[in-house]
Structure formats: structure tokens, C-alpha cells
């Protein structure tokens, strides 16, 4: 009965290499989410959906590429990493748009790049 | 996981103070932060504060954090109505990179 599930839960990977996430939400929301963490724990948005539509792209490396293939559905396609990618990589979703609704997290996805 | 808590509600008057609590359980907290979510936004950092430090100032927002009892609260002074959002607690630690853990979220309403 998980509400918002990513995998892989770890990833360790090459520099150079290609990788995807992948986020599955359960509860019938519209919104979701993809947050990097970084080593001091701050949570920054990166990219956020509406019904399978781009609504925010912060500043983020065009290596970086969300896709939504139904709105429960949204995986992060990145290429040629780097180091600097490492980082903990959290999904998460909301009921909308409109307004203001509690955000539910996924585990997170510790993406390791050596 | 760990218990935060904040309480759900708050509302005040427009120029006044808004005080937002929260109290969590692990006494291994390295840092706490206060997020912001503005309507149709994502979580925004608002500011953070290091375990070992009892208050951080940052321009409105003061951040006071009473280690003994595990709680942290916000203050945000002459509160404006770009200030209604919902506003979460969070505790880190450094001891795995999954262990941030947040609040329910304080929803702050700002009446004009």
C-alpha cells in the first residue's frame, strides 16, 4: 500500500553514464514531484508535473529530463553524469496544482557517481 | 520514522508577528529547517539552523531552537499576505542520507 515509490533505492553508476529514476504514486494525485537533496540535507525542487504537464523547471542541467508517462507516473532520465549529481533524488506528489496541498515524499533514490 | 509535529492552523493579522512551533523526537538531529510551499509551488527552503546554535536571524525570520526540550519555531515579523503558505518543519541527520523527516505543515492564513 505505498503511496510514493522510487527505484531504485540505490544506484551506483559510472560518470558518463545514463540512468533513469523512476516515481509511482498511488493515491490518485494530479501533481508531482522531483526534489534533489544535497549533502547538507536541503531539499530543492527540480521539476514538478501537472496531469503529465511540465509546470515548473527550476535551473537545472538540460542533461536532467523528466518524463510522465500518466500522471501517476514520473521518471527522471539523466545522461552523462557527473559527480556532482550525487545526491539523494526524492519523488513526490500532491493531490493539484491549484492551491496549496501537503506534499507526500517518496523514499528517496541515492544516486552515487563514481 | 521520527515524530515531527506542528500544529495545523495558524492565522494572524497583517504587520503582526506569526509564531510557528515544532517539536521532534530525535535527539541526533544535525540540522532543522523550515520550508515554505506558496499555492501551486513546490517546497522552498526558507531558512535552517545547525543543531548547536540556539537562534539564527535572517532578515524577518527569526529561528529559535531549544535543543533540551527538541523545539524549534519560527517567527516571521510584520507578517504580510505574501506570507500565507503552508509552512514545514524538518529535521536531519547525518547519519544516512534518507533521514529527513518533516512536519505535517503549519498552514499560515494572513488576514488583510
Known amino acids: 500500500d505505498t503511496a510514493v515509490s522510487q527505484t531504485p533505492k540505490y544506484l551506483v553508476t559510472q560518470m558518463g553514464n545514463d540512468k533513469s529514476i523512476k516515481c509511482e504514486q498511488n493515491l490518485g494525485h494530479d501533481t508531482m514531484y522531483w526534489y534533489k537533496q544535497d549533502s547538507k540535507k536541503f531539499l530543492k525542487i527540480m521539476f514538478s508535473y501537472n496531469n503529465k504537464e511540465l509546470i515548473i523547471n527550476e535551473t537545472v542541467p538540460n542533461r536532467f529530463s523528466p518524463k510522465s508517462p500518466d500522471k501517476a507516473h514520473l521518471n527522471l532520465h539523466i545522461n552523462s553524469l557527473e559527480l556532482g549529481d550525487s545526491a539523494v533524488y526524492f519523488c513526490?506528489?500532491?493531490?493539484?496544482?491549484?492551491?496549496?496541498?501537503?506534499?507526500?515524499f517518496g523514499p528517496g533514490t541515492r544516486l552515487l557517481v563514481l | 520514522g521520527e515524530d515531527v509535529e506542528q500544529s495545523l492552523f495558524l492565522s494572524v493579522r497583517e504587520g503582526d508577528s506569526s509564531v510557528i512551533n515544532c517539536t521532534y523526537t530525535d535527539s541526533s538531529s544535525t540540522y532543522l529547517y523550515w520550508y515554505k510551499q506558496e499555492p501551486g509551488a513546490g517546497l522552498q527552503l526558507l531558512t535552517y539552523i545547525f543543531s548547536n546554535m540556539d537562534m539564527k536571524q535572517d532578515q524577518r525570520l527569526t529561528v529559535l531552537l531549544n535543543k533540551k526540550d527538541k523545539h524549534l519555531s519560527l517567527r516571521i515579523a510584520d507578517t504580510q499576505t505574501g506570507d500565507s503558505a503552508i509552512y514545514f518543519c524538518?529535521?536531519?541527520?547525518?547519519?544516512?542520507?534518507?533521514?529527513?523527516?518533516f512536519g505535517t505543515g503549519t498552514r499560515l492564513t494572513v488576514i488583510p
Open positions: 513526490a506528489s500532491s493531490l493539484n496544482w491549484a492551491g496549496v496541498e501537503t506534499q507526500y
Open positions: 524538518a529535521e536531519g541527520t547525518q547519519t544516512g542520507a534518507n533521514n529527513l523527516f
